[in-house]
């Protein structure tokens, strides 16, 4: 796994790392250096800009630069930068020092150390470039500018700094502010509607710029960056990463003649040294293996890739087929693309490369990136249906949409089915799926059984359809998700629900259970048997001792629906059907039914109903009618045959 992730990262180019790439939220401030190594810190000199996420506008030159030095100058975790225990300063460079507003005089951290008597960031500066001081290259011009750079802090010239660049920025704040006061005045002056609307603008581009030069706050960050090359930045801080990356010093091996050192893992991995019931008692070694610290470096840069969502999720990781790899991760560098687009846009050329590959899915969490899967595809399988080109649903239950028969699109790919089908049958109140999301009861209000089959199947749905892995969901799985979600809409009365999942039970019915022989026919014709064996039980020309349960249970269904309309209560909803949806012996169905025909009795009924409801009382069966379900719901919400045909009231 490591491995194939690390020359994943290898092959990404550089500029796609660090695409997506922001600068900390805060004051950025860049300062110039001359050729002999001093500081210039006179105010025409100093460059520097601020950047809030609620900015909408592009990078200032200032800020683009900054972001990409900042990138080479920031500590791996706050437990490895230098400023420990207090972790305030979270650069790790000794051209740039990094800390947040909070922790200078009038922020919160400020006051707590005082309280505390802790000593305040001012105090740590010295021992922040103490253990800078060992990433200096031998370039006598950048060891001379560190010596200045770590006076800078310690006799406070940065205060001084800091305090000119605040003043600045609070002028053009209250410009900024005057004008929108004065423009909001005149507005209220003005009747014309076209310059109240100029106006307006004016007030909010105001109102925008102001936000470059807004106050600090606690959780802004103050940066200080000596205006080197990026190069110089990156050879700083290799040094800084260089036994950092690791998860812990302590079984680091000295560089080789190329310089590689090999420690221990820190990758989406921990060790439990302060754990001693997680550790392994009977080992003969301390620890599995190590990586070199180019490995643990790429490690480190596909850790920050993933967050900016450059890639997609799930990521497929092509591992044998070099000249695939590279065109696929051409298109991660044009467009954020995800994988079922990758899927539309390159299947159709290059199908027999999609083998042999990783599919890897993970979250973006408080705690950092968390790997949901991480799996092997040997083989994906992008089209469904086989050689009749795609899966189609028949409206067999004679749905309606704006007054037309409503029309079923052919799923011709996996997605489709996923969209159209999988998910629907599991999907929450807001019609969305979270296939490795904490469960939320809350979201499947009056959907228990639809959020029974969410918690037990969303991993099988996405193993079957991202993984093609066909094993997961068979002709039980699908039968158990359509009827869990016919139980809720039993409950919700919702016939139109029930009427869509039959008509996809019954259609995708053989395609789910073509590896049961037993049951391999097509249900769409089944139901059309049935809706025949009724016409000839009203017609006297059924063969009744042929009749199969499944027969009888349709009977069943066409037979309770006619008497659920004799009902004169108010509550007309399916839930009347409970009482014989819980009956799973047949005699006490039949009993049931004859309850209702009593209660009854003195309405008309039909000479096709009494034809068929004879039938019904008749038949006998030691099967559990809870297995014939499928059947009876079917009579249940197909065409009625029982009405008279003359009289649809009979």
Known sequence: MLKDLINFTNSLPDNFKSLGAIPKEGLHILLQVDDKGNLNTKSDNIQFGFYSKKLKDELSDVLEKCKRLQENAWCVNTNKCFDLPMKAIQSCSPICVAFKKEHIQGGVKYEANSEKGKPQIQERFSDYFDKAESMLTEDEILKKVFLNFKAFFENKSWEVVLNDIENQRDAQFQILSNKAEAL????????????????????????????SFQPLTDSDYILFYL????????????????????????????????????????????????????????????????????????LFEFSNVLPRKNLPNPLPIFIYNEEFK?????????????????????????????????????????????????????????????????????????????????????????????????????????????????????????????????????????????????????GKQFDELVFNGIKDDLHNSSEYGIKHKLNIWYSLHKYFHKSNTKTNDNMANKLKEHQNFVAQLIEETAETALATDNDFAFAAGQVIYYLMNKSKSEDNSLRLLEPYMQKSNCRELQLTITKDLERYKHENFSRNFSKVVAFVLAHNTEENVKNLHPELLSGLFSDNQLYSNHNKND
């Open 227 to 298: 205006d080197f090359p990026l190069e110089t930045y990156k050879t700083t801080h290799g040094k800084y990463l260089g036994d950092k990356l690791f998860n812990t010093d302590k079984y680091n091996t000295d560089p080789n003649e190329e310089g590689l050192i090999y420690g221990t893992n820190d990758f989406q991995n921990g060790y439990n040294a302060n754990m001693p019931f997680l550790m392994h008692q009977t080992a003969t070694f301390d620890i599995t293996g190590r990586i070199s610290n180019l490995e643990a470096k790429a």
């Open 326 to 474: 590279e065109k696929v991760i051409a298109v991660y560098s044009e467009k954020r693309i995800s994988f079922t687009e990758i899927v539309k846009e390159l299947y159709n050329v290059y199908k027999d490369d999609f083998r042999n590959y990783y599919l890897l899915n993970w979250s973006n969490t408080q705690n950092g990136i968390v790997f949901n899967d991480f799996d092997f595809v040997s083989q994906f399988q992008f089209e469904v249906g086989g050689t009749n080109n795609g899966l189609q649903i028949e409206n067999l239950f004679n749905l309606y949409e704006d007054g037309k028969p409503k029309h079923y699109p052919i799923n011709t790919n996996i997605f489709q089915l996923e969209e159209k089908v999988l998910k629907y049958l599991v999907q929450n109140k807001y019609h969305r799926v979270d296939y490795f999301s904490d469960f939320k009861k809350e979201d499947y209000e009056s959907r228990d059984f639809t959020f029974l089959s969410f918690c037990k199947y969303r991993k099988a749905i996405y193993d079957y359809v991202y993984k093609s892995n066909r094993a997961t969901i068979h």
């Open 184 to 211: 909001k005045e005149r507005q209220k002056s003005v009747s014309d509607k076209t310059e109240k609307e100029s106006l307006k603008q004016q007030i909010t581009d105001s109102q925008t710029q102001m936000a």
